[in-house]
């Protein structure tokens, strides 16, 4: 009877542990869908809620900033509150917060939402990915780590562009809002139901109100420069240069406020005691700038360049996500089963992401899905086991007491790098296309032979479908300028494509110096405690030696 008992609990915990897991994965899926909603809707929002750019670049100024500010005070909530009760919270502000977008094209309203979302979201991926690490021993976290990446990680990248450009062809960029409600429905349910074991409880601390103020400013002026800065063409804005300015003092004063707080900051340092959390803290800037930028590129290229429809743009990411969540889990059973180390993974997933991003270099406005399907394909199997490896890395040695302060840090890094990324793709495309027409127009000469040649076959193909020659003469001309700005596209986001590669080419020895030097102070930091805790481990030895003399002393005082 005794082991009937233990039988039933050992499969209740089992089934709670499912429901956990899944809850908080659809919980993630949630903020993918309502993170990527701009990428392929920009056009139909705009035009239905009779927006200008300046007025609908609040729109994802507000959600990415309150993200980053969110992922910032998750660690402070987690401590005062249950995070599974904070997690719940979340989902339903952000169920509720994609609901009310939905029947509404007021922008004010719009933008007050995407606030509630970003906030909502970021809190809702650092407590759910600490829930997962507080629920399960280490052991385990390779699978559930690369369960939590499907929604957090590969969903975003690959299954939320495919719905979303299905939902704008079919319906209305308002059935993307609406899709996020029974999701997050779902996953509020299971969570409800689920048992989530409480943390270890720290001494709660006052919250850092100067410290939050200071990076909140920062993050938001960042993420409005990163955004709009290749928009306005930087610094020869005034504004731009400003909140640059103010950006960079806030974070500096940021810096030095949580110095002197001395461990009672927003920020704890002691996780960078940990030579792997510092790392991969470091390789979270590029590993964003590698994801987010080159999920900026494909769809780009392909609307811009190859004129695809947003469902079929969407779709052509979507195969690459089998090969994500596949990579992902040879990774995960290499690191639980074979007990492989993460680290040996990075490499494979470099290389991999490196090749892909080559092999998309050689793309013309003549190539299709197919001709691109195999790069994306190796793209979406070298991301999973770059990313399962830098999150097992970044976190495997941390206390439980900061894990989430971690876990919080190393997302924040992640955006960042993400908005740097796409920044600078987006200005090196915009330069990189004023060049091209000029270099390109310079060679068209009125003369030339083949200009001529092309000139008088484009207009006696206007003529025979019967426009007048007059007409037919500036259509021509109209079209060959429109084939250099084409030409000088397609060249422009080759050399974008080449800039993601030559990325991990300059950063990969960059990074094996920075875990050299790592190795080498973590190494050096032992020595000296080693040496501090020698005269403290010979003073029990001595002590017994003391007392002996001690009372030959006494003895002959007597």
Request: hydrophobic fraction near 55%; glycine fraction near 8%.
């Amino acid at each position: 009877m005794t082991t009937a008992i233990a039988t039933t609990a050992s499969r209740d915990r089992s089934t709670t542990g499912v429901l956990l897991v899944t809850g908080i994965v659809l919980a993630t899926l949630t903020e993918a869908i309502a993170s990527t909603v701009l990428s392929l809707g920009r056009g139909d929002i705009i035009g239905d809620t009779y927006a200008t750019p300046d007025e609908f670049a609040w729109l994802d100024v507000g959600y990415t900033a309150l993200k980053l500010i969110g992922f910032m005070a998750a660690p402070w909530l987690m401590n005062r509150l249950n995070p599974l009760s904070l997690i719940i919270g979340s989902t339903l502000a952000m169920g509720m917060a994609c609901g009310i977008a939905a029947i509404t094209a007021r922008l004010d309203l719009l933008v007050a939402l995407r606030i509630i979302q970003g906030f909502s979201g970021g809190t809702l991926l650092v407590g759910g990915q600490a829930l997962i690490f507080h629920a399960y021993p280490r052991s385990r976290q390779p699978l559930l780590q690369a369960l939590f990446a499907m929604g957090s990680v590969v969903a975003p990248a690959t299954i939320a562009p495919a719905l979303q450009g299905w939902l704008l062809d079919s319906q209305s960029w308002t059935w993307i809002f609406f899709s996020v409600v029974p999701v997050a429905l779902t996953a509020v349910g299971l969570l409800l139901i689920a048992d989530a074991p409480m943390p270890l409880k720290t001494a709660p601390r006052r919250f850092d109100w100067i410290g939050f103020s200071l990076i909140s400013i920062t993050l938001f002026c960042f993420t409005y420069v990163f955004s709009q800065g290749s928009r306005w063409d930087w610094f020869e804005e005034p504004h731009i240069l400003w909140l640059t300015v103010i950006g960079a003092a806030t974070l500096i004063a940021f810096l030095g406020q949580q110095v002197s707080a001395k461990g009672q900051g927003l920020i704890d340092f002691t996780l960078f005691k940990s030579e792997d959390f510092s790392f991969a803290f470091v390789v979270s800037f590029v590993a964003g700038a590698a994801l987010f930028g080159s999920a900026f590129l494909i769809p780009s290229f392909a609307v811009s360049v190859l004129a695809f429809t947003p469902t079929d743009a969407g779709l052509l990411l979507l195969p690459s996500g089998a090969l994500f969540i596949g990579s992902l889990s040879i990774a995960a059973f290499l690191m639980q089963v074979r007990h492989v180390p993460p680290v040996a993974t990075v490499p494979f997933g470099i290389l991999m992401i490196m090749v892909a991003m080559w092999m998309l270099s050689g793309s013309t406005s003549e190539s299709g899905a197919d001709d691109m399907m195999a790069a994306i394909l190796l793209r979406g199997f070298g991301l999973g086991f770059l990313f399962l490896s830098i999150t097992l890395i970044a976190f495997g040695k941390l206390n439980s007491r900061n894990l989430a302060s971690g876990i919080s840090l190393f997302n924040t890094g992640r955006q960042l790098g993400g908005l740097i990324g796409v920044a600078a793709l987006q200005t090196l495309i915009d330069h990189n296309v004023a060049a091209n027409v000029a270099v390109l127009g310079a060679n068209i000469t009125a003369g030339g032979t083949a200009v001529i040649e092309r000139l008088t076959t484009t207009t006696a193909m206007l003529t025979a479908k019967g426009m007048d020659a007059a007409a037919a003469s500036r259509a021509a001309t109209s079209l060959l300028g429109r084939a250099v700005t084409g030409q000088s596209t397609v060249i422009a986001f080759d050399t974008a494509f080449n800039a993601v590669a030559l990325l991990f080419v300059i950063a990969a020895p960059v990074l094996v110096a920075i875990k050299i030097a790592l190795s080498r102070h973590a190494k050096a930091r032992a020595a000296r405690l080693l040496k501090t805790s020698e005269p403290q481990q010979a003073f029990p030895t001595s002590l017994p030696v003391c007392r002996h003399r001690l009372a030959g002393v006494d003895s002959r005082v007597r």
